[in-house]
T-cell receptor, first 117, second 111 residues
Framework: DAMVIQNPRYQVTQFGKPVTLSCSQTLNHNVMYWYQQKSSQAPKLLFHYYDKDFNNEADTPDNFQSRRPNTSFCFLDIRSPGLGDAAMYLC????????????????FGPGTRLTVT | AQTVTQSQPEMSVQEAETVTLSCTYDTSESDYYLFWYKQPPSRQMILVIRQEAYKQQNATENRFSVNFQKAAKSFSLKISDSQLGDAAMYFCALNTGKLIFGQGTTLQVKP
C-alpha cells in the first residue's frame, strides 16, 4: 500500500554523468514536489508540478530539470552532477483544491540517496 | 517573508516521560496549515500532526498534541509517554501554498 514510491533508493553516479531519479504515486494528487535534503538539514524545495504546470524555485540550479509525463509519475534529471549534488532527494505529493487553492499536507516518499563519485 | 524557527537543535527525553518541542513562525497569511513531520534516521518523513489555523482547538493524535497560539505565532509539539521509536528529527512546517520547514529538532529518547 505504498503511496509515494521512489526508485532507486540508492543511486551512485560519476561526476558529470547524467542521472534520473523517479517518483510515482498512487494517491492521485495533483501536485508533485522534488526536494533536496542534505545531512541534518531541512528539505529544500527544488520545483513542483501543479498538474502539468511546472514551477521552478528561483535558486534551483539549471542543472536540475524535471518531467511529469502523467499524474502518477515525476522525474528528476540532473544533467551534470557535481560533488555538491550528493544528497537525499525527496519526492512529495499533495492535493491542492482547484476552487479554493487550499493546499493540504504533503506525503513524502522514502527518498533516493545520491552519491557522486 | 514567511519563516519557521525551531530554536532547539537537539532534545532528549527519558522513556515514558513527556517532552515539548518548540516552534515559532511568521506569516502574513490568515489561512494556513501547520504540521509536525517526523524523520527517523535513514527513514521516510511522515506526518505526525496537523493544525488548521482557523481552528482554535489544539490538534491531538494519540500521544502527540500541539499547543497552538495563533496570536503569538507559536506551535509546539508535546510527546507524552515517550517511546524509543519516537527518536527522530522533527520538523515544524508552515503551509501557505508552499511548505516552509524549520531547521529541525533531533530528539533522543533514553531508555
Amino acid at each position: 500500500d505504498a503511496m509515494v514510491i521512489q526508485n532507486p533508493r540508492y543511486q551512485v553516479t560519476q561526476f558529470g554523468k547524467p542521472v534520473t531519479l523517479s517518483c510515482s504515486q498512487t494517491l492521485n494528487h495533483n501536485v508533485m514536489y522534488w526536494y533536496q535534503q542534505k545531512s541534518s538539514q531541512a528539505p529544500k524545495l527544488l520545483f513542483h508540478y501543479y498538474d502539468k504546470d511546472f514551477n521552478n524555485e528561483a535558486d534551483t540550479p539549471d542543472n536540475f530539470q524535471s518531467r511529469r509525463p502523467n499524474t502518477s509519475f515525476c522525474f528528476l534529471d540532473i544533467r551534470s552532477p557535481g560533488l555538491g549534488d550528493a544528497a537525499m532527494y525527496l519526492c512529495a505529493t499533495s492535493r491542492v483544491s482547484r476552487t479554493s487553492g487550499s493546499s493540504y499536507e504533503q506525503y513524502f516518499g522514502p527518498g533516493t540517496r545520491l552519491t557522486v563519485t | 517573508a514567511q519563516t519557521v524557527t525551531q530554536s532547539q537543535p537537539e532534545m532528549s527525553v527519558q522513556e515514558a516521560e513527556t517532552v515539548t518541542l518548540s516552534c515559532t513562525y511568521d506569516t502574513s497569511e490568515s489561512d494556513y496549515y501547520l504540521f509536525w513531520y517526523k524523520q527517523p534516521p535513514s527513514r521516510q518523513m511522515i506526518l505526525v500532526i496537523r493544525q488548521e489555523a482557523y481552528k482554535q482547538q489544539n490538534a491531538t493524535e494519540n500521544r502527540f498534541s500541539v499547543n497552538f497560539q495563533k496570536a503569538a505565532k507559536s506551535f509546539s509539539l508535546k510527546i507524552s509517554d515517550s517511546q524509543l521509536g519516537d527518536a527522530a528529527m522533527y520538523f515544524c512546517a508552515l503551509n501557505t501554498g508552499k511548505l516552509i520547514f524549520g531547521q529541525g529538532t533531533t530528539l533522543q529518547v533514553k531508555p
